[in-house]
Nanobody, 115 residues
Framework: QVQLVESGGGLVQPGGSLRLSCVVS????????MGWYRQAPGNQRELVAR???????NYGDAVKGRFTISRDNAENTVFLQMNSLKPEDTAVYYC?????????WGPGTQVTVSS
């Protein structure tokens, strides 16, 4: 059974940084594409960043130049380094594993950017 567990969310002031982690169990982690998505109240879930099994990376337009995704296949973990945070980055952040047409999701971690 695949399980994804996010951590690292919290309250941060504008301009600050946070690092999210997502540990995956129950799968051969290195084989699959991983991603971070976010959903703010009243909004649709949107792509933040994605890293493929081959280490190709793409970012959502809103976070380019500020966020960095990475993965540690030995630790079954994907990271999201978030710098220069803005109030509009406030959302629940979800970790995702993509297996062809099937997606697995974590429960999410809240990120709040506020002074």
């Amino acid at each position: 059974q695949v399980q994804l567990v996010e951590s690292g969310g919290g309250l941060v002031q504008p301009g600050g940084s946070l690092r999210l982690s997502c540990v995956v169990s129950g799968s051969i982690f290195s084989l699959y594409h991983m991603g971070w998505y976010r959903q703010a109240p009243g909004n649709q879930r949107e792509l933040v960043a994605r890293i493929t099994s081959g280490q190709s990376i793409n970012y959502g337009d809103a976070v380019k130049g500020r966020f960095t995704i990475s993965r540690d296949n030995a630790e079954n973990t994907v990271f999201l380094q978030m710098n220069s945070l803005k109030p509009e980055d406030t959302a629940v952040y979800y970790c995702n594993q993509q297996r062809g047409s099937v997606s697995y999701w974590g429960p999410g971690t809240q990120v709040t950017v506020s002074s």
